[in-house]
C-alpha cells in the first residue's frame, strides 16, 4: 500500500546549500537554500526567489559560492534561512561565520564550512527563480580529508534537508561501491 502526498516538492536527498555573496559595501551575506543541485559537470543551479537579498547581491557582482552545511553548524546554517539579509545586514556575522575572500571568484567562503564550490553568474530566470552559475572551483578545508587525500564524508558531516518532516539529517554512512555494485547484475 502506498500513500499519495500530491504534487509537492518533497524529495531525498535535499541539499542545504549555504549560498554567500558579497554586498553593494563588501559586507558578506549568506543564505540557506535547499532546491538545487548540478545540472551540467561546471555546472549548478538553484531555486531562488528573486527577493533575496542574496540574489541581488549576485546580480551586482555575478559571483557566489556555495557550502555544504554540516553538522557542526546546522545551528548557523538554520538562522541565515530564518533572518533576510534585507533586514538584517549583519546575519552572516550573526551566525557566527567568518569570510575568507575567493581566489576564483568575488564571493567568500565560508571559513567554518568546509566544502564550497566557487561560482559565477550563467544566468538568472525572475519568472521561474532559476539561477545557474559555472562552477569554476571546488575548495575543500583539509581538515575533513583522509589519509587518501579524498573527502571523508564522516569528517565534513554534510546534512540534507528531510522536507517530509522539516528535519535536517546528517549524511555519511557507506552502503554501497559506486559503479562497481551493479556490475555483479550483468
Not at 541539499?15 to 558578506?28: K, N, Q
Not at 578545508?141 to 573527502?151: A, H, I, N, Q, T
Amino acid at each position: 500500500m502506498r500513500k499519495n502526498f500530491g504534487a509537492k516538492p518533497l524529495s531525498y536527498p535535499q541539499p542545504v546549500f549555504i549560498i554567500a555573496t558579497y554586498g553593494e559595501d563588501g559586507t558578506p551575506d549568506a543564505m540557506n537554500a535547499a532546491w538545487g543541485g548540478i545540472s551540467e559537470s561546471d555546472e549548478i543551479s538553484i531555486c531562488l526567489s528573486a527577493g533575496h537579498k542574496t540574489v541581488k547581491n549576485i546580480l551586482k557582482r555575478g559571483a557566489f559560492t556555495v557550502s555544504m552545511a554540516d553538522a557542526s553548524h546546522v545551528t548557523a546554517c538554520d538562522y541565515v534561512g530564518l533572518v533576510s539579509g534585507n533586514s538584517v545586514p549583519d546575519k552572516f556575522a550573526r551566525a557566527g561565520f567568518h569570510a575568507v575572500r575567493s581566489g576564483f571568484v568575488d564571493a567568500p567562503l565560508v571559513e567554518e564550512l568546509p566544502i564550497a564550490l566557487e561560482c559565477s553568474l550563467k544566468d538568472y530566470n525572475p519568472e521561474t527563480c532559476i539561477l545557474r552559475g559555472k562552477i569554476v572551483n571546488v575548495s575543500v578545508d583539509e581538515r575533513v580529508l583522509g589519509p587518501d587525500g579524498k573527502v571523508d564524508a564522516s569528517k565534513a558531516e554534510p546534512v540534507i534537508f528531510d522536507p517530509f518532516n522539516n528535519d535536517y539529517l546528517k549524511v555519511g554512512e557507506k552502503v554501497g561501491n559506486a559503479f562497481s555494485d551493479g556490475k555483479r547484475l550483468k
